[in-house]
């Protein structure tokens, strides 16, 4: 299952803040579809927990933004239409920025994409 995340709606100073992330749910991966303003990895891996999913950079080591409301394990979403609070972790030793996320698009196919994004993927 593929999901892709609109973020936006962020508190600083310049409103044309987002970024749009493409979730796999089989693999725990995202990749980078679009952003401004926000500096986003191009792909990382995600953790889900407690209702919740951290989306990190592709090392693991540094969560980029958590997706409060967001679960991946659940049987029953994420469906279309669906949205929480993001919280951009902007700056290593500072509170997040505040923002919202949500859903634009589900798509539940199992085709492999043309090029893949992910530096461990094999070709």
């Not at 600083?12 to 980078?32: E, F, G, M, N």
């Not at 290593?92 to 920025?97: G, L, N, Q, Y």
Request: aromatic share 10%; glycine share 8%; with cysteine.
């Amino acid at each position: 299952m593929r999901i892709t995340i609109h973020l936006d709606t962020f508190e600083c100073p310049d409103p044309a803040v987002y970024a749009i992330l493409w979730l796999d749910r089989d693999t725990r991966k995202w990749s980078r579809e679009g952003h401004a303003v926000i500096d986003v990895p191009q792909w990382g891996t995600l953790v889900s927990s407690k209702g919740s999913t951290r989306v990190y950079d592709a090392a693991g080591m540094h969560p980029f933004c958590e997706l409060s409301g967001l679960d991946l394990t659940s049987a029953d979403g994420p469906f279309e239409g669906e949205s929480g609070h993001a919280l951009w972790y902007r700056h290593a030793h500072h509170a997040p920025v505040v923002g919202q996320w949500h859903v634009q698009c589900v798509d539940e196919t199992d085709a492999e994409p043309e090029n893949g994004v992910f530096a461990d993927d094999e070709v």
